[in-house]
């Protein structure tokens, strides 16, 4: 393997840059040739920019090589990633040695040695992962689930490999405590190399002092309160402090069970656009226990997209009853309109949190009465950043989009007082 200087030197005769300098655990991960590599650290900690520099070098250097950048929603990746990217691309774009294919919003990069870049989102893959990938890069991987990040370890096997080595790189923030790469990293699987503020050259000078755009930087982040401030500043893979569901325990909780065990499928949707909107698919044993069993989690969809997803899922489980938040009457309208089954919740928040609540204790038997997926790993991450408002008896809005869902689904069938009842389409609950 050629040294991280000549890396450099390939890409000055290329492109005529000046180069990138990365520090800490960015020059970690530049050197490292691990099956599965993930650097993550707090915001503004370079982590991103350590990424980009890593696949568009690969690219440079292995011609002929594939390699893939993706995010979980392919939307997220322009105003963010992509913005990135572009900068670290920008002079071999203006010389010709690189090409942008879709625009605006691009699909691929394509390098004059035969090297491609493809991209996309692990909502509709197919194109990118369409065949092996020498070297694929993660952005966000704590908005992961187990299934994505499993699906692209099996696209970088080595099969058919330009590069001497194969790889998947990913950057995250912190997220909870006993998130799926928390787990990965504890079984070996993955190499964890955490980033701090100091490895960032736009905070930290060279000789240890901060840089004018790094004072107002972290001052920003220094400023922020709770589970955000120990995430993102201080970069900390915490459960939240005065988590409104403190009983959840990831060991406990977060359980796959088959869908034979369920006699019931219920379906309970929180209305959002600019924040998500969340269907939730609840699967009810002969026992009356509860199994959050798949999410559809999504920002900036249309109501047209909700119902048809709804309606999809509806068929394929049978499902006799889909909950909503009352309050979203044209939702609810547009869902029975299509014939879908579609009652509003009622109740106080409160009381709500207190169903979810005794649901989570473990029963007698050393079973609680609602487990979720490890493939919903943003239900999963609420519940362990859902928190008090400090001194009060009400929670933060923030981190309970799948958590209102569920309190809907809970309030619904109990009728509020903890009995679970049977609703029936076009009867007196109708």
């Given at each position: ?26 020059e ?12 993550e650290?707090?915001?503004?900690t ?54 942008v ?27 990118i ?36 080595y ?105 209305e ?69 089954p ?22 007698g ?28 008896d ?16 809970y ?20």
């Amino acid at each position: 393997m050629l040294c991280y200087y000549e890396y450099m030197t390939t890409y000055k005769l290329i492109c005529g840059g000046d180069g990138y300098k990365p520090y800490g655990a960015a020059e970690q991960m530049m050197y490292c040739q691990d099956r599965e590599v993930l650097i993550e650290g707090g915001s503004e900690t370079g982590k991103t920019l350590a990424c980009c520099w890593k696949i568009h070098l690969c690219a440079i250097k292995y011609p002929g090589s594939q390699l893939a950048m993706v995010r979980k929603v392919n939307n997220s990746m322009y105003g963010t990633v992509l913005k990135t990217f572009a900068r670290v691309v920008k002079e071999a774009v203006e010389v010709g040695t690189v090409k942008v294919y879709g625009g605006e919003k691009p699909e691929m990069y394509l390098y004059d040695n035969g090297s491609t870049i493809w991209v996309g989102g692990m909502d509709n893959p197919d194109k990118i992962l369409s065949s092996e990938r020498d070297l694929i890069y993660y952005n966000q991987a704590e908005e992961s689930n187990v299934d994505e990040w499993e699906k692209l370890v099996t696209r970088t096997t080595g099969r058919s490999a330009i590069m001497p080595y194969t790889q998947l790189i990913a950057d995250a923030n912190p997220a909870g405590s006993k998130h799926h790469l928390m787990e990965r990293r504890v079984s070996g699987r993955l190499t964890w190399l955490h980033s701090v503020h100091k490895d960032n050259p736009t905070i930290y000078n060279r000789d240890g002092t901060l840089t004018a755009y790094g004072i107002k930087a972290l001052d920003d982040l220094a400023s922020m309160t709770g589970i955000r401030r120990k995430r993102l500043f201080e970069g900390l893979w915490v459960t939240a402090e005065g988590a409104v569901y403190d009983i959840f325990d990831y060991t406990v909780h977060v359980q796959e069970r088959p869908d034979s065990e369920m006699v019931e499928w219920y379906l309970s949707i929180d209305e959002g656009y600019t924040n998500p909107a969340v269907i939730t698919m609840i699967g009810m044993d002969s026992d009356k226990r509860a199994h959050i069993a798949r999410e559809w989690y999504h920002t900036g969809k249309l109501q047209s997209e909700i119902i048809q997803v709804t309606k999809d899922w509806t068929l394929e489980k049978n499902v006799r009853t889909v909950i909503v938040d009352e309050a979203a009457a044209g939702l609810i309208a547009d869902l029975r309109n299509n014939g879908i089954p579609a009652f509003g919740a009622k109740g106080k928040v409160l009381d709500g949190i207190h169903l979810v609540q005794d649901a989570l204790k473990v029963q007698g038997d050393g079973k609680p009465r609602l487990t979720i997926s490890k493939t919903c790993v943003n239900g999963i991450n609420e519940f362990e950043s859902y928190i008090w408002k400090p001194g009060k008896d009400e929670p933060v809005k923030d981190n309970d989009h799948e958590l209102d869902a569920v309190r809907y689904y809970y309030t619904h069938i109990t009728g509020g007082v903890g009995e679970t009842k049977i609703y029936v389409f076009g009867g007196n609950n109708a």
